[in-house]
């Protein structure tokens, strides 16, 4: 929610194998942190992403391609020590 909130980056979320309307509750009682949501309805997206258990985050540059892969939730750790400098460094276009 603090990326969010502090509008760093997009944050685009992927609602999976949930009904969009229950997906779209359970974001209205929570809060709904994303820019965009889809819908992967059948878990097609997430075998073509490789992911394997949610929750899972990836980090993908302005290519296109995916700089980095969290797996399970991103505690503050997680977030500033991978993700966050590597917002800087992608922002910065270095992508190591």
Known sequence: MR???EGQVPIHGLNYKDQPQDAADWLDRLGDPYTRTGAD????????WGVYG???????????????KHIGPIDEKALQ????????????????
């Open 41 to 48: 309805i059948s878990g097609r997206v997430a075998i073509d």
């Open 81 to 96: 020590e991978e993700i966050l400098p590597l917002v800087r460094r992608l922002r910065q276009g270095v992508s190591k």
């Open 3 to 5: 990326l969010a909130e």
């Open 54 to 68: 949610v929750p899972e985050t990836f980090v993908v540059g302005s290519d296109g391609r995916i700089a980095h």
